[in-house]
């Protein structure tokens, strides 16, 4: 499951446009090219990775996940339980400020955890477990509880969306069905608000004030979060070719993703390093359970049998299957949950003759599907045109919704039917951390209104879930995720589309990258 591997080299750099007015950067500032414009700052109201990228730099969270996905303590000194299990007292460290100078307190935590657990499945789980949820001192947060719930570390820990970010109470009390107003947190890099400029730039400077953990090892989110740069600058590139051109002339230092295509240029670079990172995704394609055609299940298990999932990975990212695999399926490949069940679905021959048969039965009868297609998104955008061939190819009726990330992520909310600015499909993906087990996984949830953009129901699905969160150990916990996955075969909440892992490129200089999602901390100048 883990994996690095490190190319370097030489090459002329790429005939593209300049960066208008850029500038060598400074020695302790970090010119960063993200994977899409950030369209919403609150990482709690919006699912979008990028998002928790920017939250997880500014934010912080009580507990954090290490690189072999264990839970440590983060903003958490520790944590007393009771003997029966139904009492937490977490601790508070000392020291701990918000950017805006206000200590950090317990009502601070609990507010946001009040917040957080309002949009977020686990989240739900942890407040349907919770009698009550207090702040007996400034630093101390009690849990008591109605049952036993051992995965509360994991859930205030999470390192998927929406995170469960600490903010001020003042910001943490507001609507959680809407973004707060002002971008505070107490993590290791504050948010410069006023050089915003939406669809170009954002920045972020080192918080003087931030304490890292004095004990542990820096590992994905856990342990000391140190900020050796003074300034981080993300510069929106949506353009491959212009930020490989960047790069390669010293108008930024890091990409978030680089261009499939390019990468053998960029691996000839001697101030360039290429790396396949350790962090992969599981990329799905996402449809609507409300309105024809995916309402219906057979509809949904036809088109199963056209997916091709190296086909989607190859537009995305190329032909070195090093960067990407073949063989997803709800679980992460290479982990306990994982399972070859039932996935002759999608590695047995592909035959579109035989879906139009089966869509035809199922009683698809020429109902239009409105893809999403977000035309700022490289990697998303190539998987949406692999999609929307393959509807085609099966004989249905296809309309593509082009537009930017920000239009579509706001188009995808609607639960209206098409005609009334709703939609059809959209492709998206989940990240490793968010895809181990069937707690935390965002896509598998399927309570209806409750779930995720999609909204499936399936009672069986939800029973399961259930089932394997009081499973007595993990050989019960493989059989019921391995139940799991059959099941989701006849439910389809979406179709799996591939893995794919993380290639970044960066200028030689830079080193101490955190393992998982790109995180600002620990990076520094060699």
């Known amino acids: 499951m883990r994996r690095r591997h490190l190319f370097l080299g030489t090459a002329g750099a790429l005939a593209a446009p300049r960066i208008v007015g850029a500038q060598s950067a400074a020695s302790r500032t970090v010119r960063f090219v993200p994977q899409a414009d950030v369209a919403v700052l609150d990482p709690v109201v919006t699912t979008a990775t990028v998002t928790l990228v920017h939250g997880m730099a500014v934010f912080d969270t009580l507990y954090a996940t290490d690189a072999e996905y264990r839970v440590q303590p983060q903003m958490v000194a520790g944590h ?70 051992p995965l509360l570390p994991r859930a205030l820990g999470k390192v998927t969306s929406p995170m469960p970010a600490m903010m001020p109470e003042r910001l943490a009390s507001l609507d959680p069905a809407r973004p707060v107003p002002e971008v505070v947190g107490s993590g290791p890099f504050r948010f410069l608000s006023a050089e915003r400029v939406s669809g170009a730039r954002l920045a972020y400077e080192r918080f003087a004030g931030y304490v890292p953990r004095p004990d542990g090892a820096a590992s994905r989110t856990a342990g000391p979060k140190v900020a050796n740069i003074e300034r981080v600058e993300w510069h929106i590139l949506p353009d491959p070719a212009t930020a490989a051109a960047a790069l ?18 960029l691996r000839r670079r001697r101030d360039v390093t290429v790396a396949v990172t350790e962090e992969s995704s599981l990329s799905t394609l996402r449809l609507n359970h409300l ?104 004989g249905m009726t296809v309309d593509v919704y082009g537009a930017d990330w920000g239009s579509v992520t706001t188009r995808r909310a609607s639960r209206e039917p098409v005609e009334r600015g709703g939609w059809s499909a959209f492709v998206s993906g989940f990240s490793s951390g968010g895809v ?11 309570n209806g209104a409750g779930a995720w ?45 591939g893995q794919y892992f993380r290639v970044m490129a960066h200028h030689r200089s830079l080193g101490g990258f955190p393992v998982g999602m790109s995180a600002f901390w620990n990076v520094r100048r060699g």
């Open 248 to 265: 390669q002339q010293g108008e930024v230092d890091w990409l978030e993703y680089a261009p499939p295509d390019l990468l053998p240029l």
């Open 436 to 446: 181990l087990d069937p707690v935390a996984h965002l896509g598998l949830r399927a």
């Open 80 to 149: 007393v339980i009771s003997a029966d299990g139904r009492e937490w007292n977490l601790t508070l460290r000392e020291g701990l400020r918000f950017h805006d100078g206000e200590p950090v307190r317990a009502r601070d935590c609990v507010a946001s955890i009040r917040r957080w657990w309002a949009r977020d499945n686990f989240g739900g789980e942890l407040m349907a477990a919770t009698d009550e949820l207090s702040a007996p001192d400034d630093r101390t947060i009690r849990f008591r509880l109605r049952r036993p719930f």
């Open 291 to 394: 309105h024809p055609p995916f309402d219906n299940p057979g509809v949904r298990r036809a088109i199963l049998g056209g997916v091709d999932q190296a086909a989607f990975m190859t537009a995305a990212f190329g032909e070195d299957r090093s960067t990407w695999s073949d063989r997803a399926g709800v679980f992460l490949p290479g982990t306990p949950m994982a399972s070859e069940a039932g996935m002759e679905v999608l590695t047995g021959p592909r035959d579109m003759a035989k879906v139009r048969r089966e869509l035809a039965a199922a009683g698809y009868r020429g109902e239009k599907v409105l893809l999403l297609q977000p035309n700022d998104f490289p990697l998303i955008k190539a998987q949406c045109e692999v999609a929307a061939d393959l509807f085609r190819r099966a």
């Open 453 to 497: 953009f999609g909204w499936p129901d399936s009672p069986r699905l939800e029973a399961l879930r259930q089932d394997w969160m009081v499973a007595p150990d993990e050989a019960s916990q493989r059989q019921i995720a391995e139940a799991i996955q059959v099941q989701f075969w006849q439910d389809v909440p979406y179709a799996p589309i």
